[in-house]
């Protein structure tokens, strides 16, 4: 993908935190010589490894014979107004831009049928996105006939990742006084993500000083 220097990550701690905060994925795989795109949470295991599952009337596990897919995790995003800019109010030599944060991911994909091991899929699954409830559901909850009868209308997805490119563009290309400017507008506006937008922008800006 288009990836100037100045906007990748590579902090390998920054880019697992970034996949666990926002695990809702688009995975483009292959389906009858057309790119098929596919909404689904995934969960790290590992280092290289992403699992998860996919309704079994999604044609997307018969896939063709090649097995790569591409999986895309994105995180907040915003419209920054060049009115932000110190350069703006001294040269108008300004336009606007979209500051996001993206991991893209080239993978190998594994088919699983198994019962056991769709279970664990979900089990793992589940309790991560349940921990934070005040009572979290747990698989033993569900009448086990109805839960194998669930598990019977899914297939498991195991990826095995063989290139990684993780996208802050945050401004990193702007000087120090744009950059500042930019987190003050962020702050002030204060809609949808900015917040977010704004301290990640701040901690770049932080270690840029550093």
Same mark, same amino acid.
């Given at each position: ?6 906007f ?7 880019i ?6 926002h ?10 010589g057309?790119?098929?795109?596919t909404?689904i949470p995934?969960?790290?295991? %590992?280092?290289? !490894?992403? /699992?998860?599952?996919?309704?079994? =009337?999604n044609e997307?596990?018969?896939h +063709? #014979?090649?097995? @790569?897919a ?16 110190e ?22 994909m ?7 091991w769709?279970?664990?899929?979900? %089990?793992?699954? !589940?309790n /991560?996105?349940?921990?934070?409830? =005040? ?5 033993? +909850? #569900?009448?086990? @006939? ?9 297939v ?12 802050w ?6 000087t120090?006084e ?8 962020l702050t002030?506006r204060?809609?949808d ?8 922008m701040h !901690?770049?800006?932080?270690?840029d000083?550093?």
């Amino acid at each position: 993908m288009y990836l100037p220097p100045h906007f990748a990550q590579t902090d390998t701690e920054e880019i697992e935190a970034f996949i666990d905060a926002h695990p809702f994925a688009t995975v483009i795989t292959l389906v009858n010589g057309e790119m098929w795109p596919t909404q689904i949470p995934l969960f790290r295991q %590992g280092d290289d !490894t992403l /699992i998860g599952h996919v309704a079994r =009337a999604n044609e997307m596990w018969r896939h +063709d #014979a090649t097995t @790569d897919a591409l999986i895309i995790f994105s995180g907040p995003d915003t419209y920054i107004t060049p009115n932000w800019y110190e350069t703006k109010r001294q040269t108008h030599k300004a336009v606007p831009t979209w500051n996001y944060a993206s991991v893209s991911i080239w993978a190998e994909m594994t088919l699983h049928d198994d019962a056991r091991w769709k279970r664990m899929a979900v %089990g793992k699954l !589940t309790n /991560i996105h349940e921990r934070t409830s =005040a009572e979290p559901w747990k698989m033993g +909850d #569900a009448p086990q @006939d109805y839960l194998e009868e669930q598990l019977d209308h899914i297939v498991g997805v195991e990826f095995t990742i063989k290139r990684l490119e993780a996208k802050w563009k945050l401004n990193q290309n702007r000087t120090i006084e744009d950059r500042e400017g930019v987190i003050a507008g962020l702050t002030a506006r204060d809609r949808d993500a900015d917040a977010t937008i704004a301290s990640m922008m701040h !901690t770049i800006l932080d270690d840029d000083a550093r």
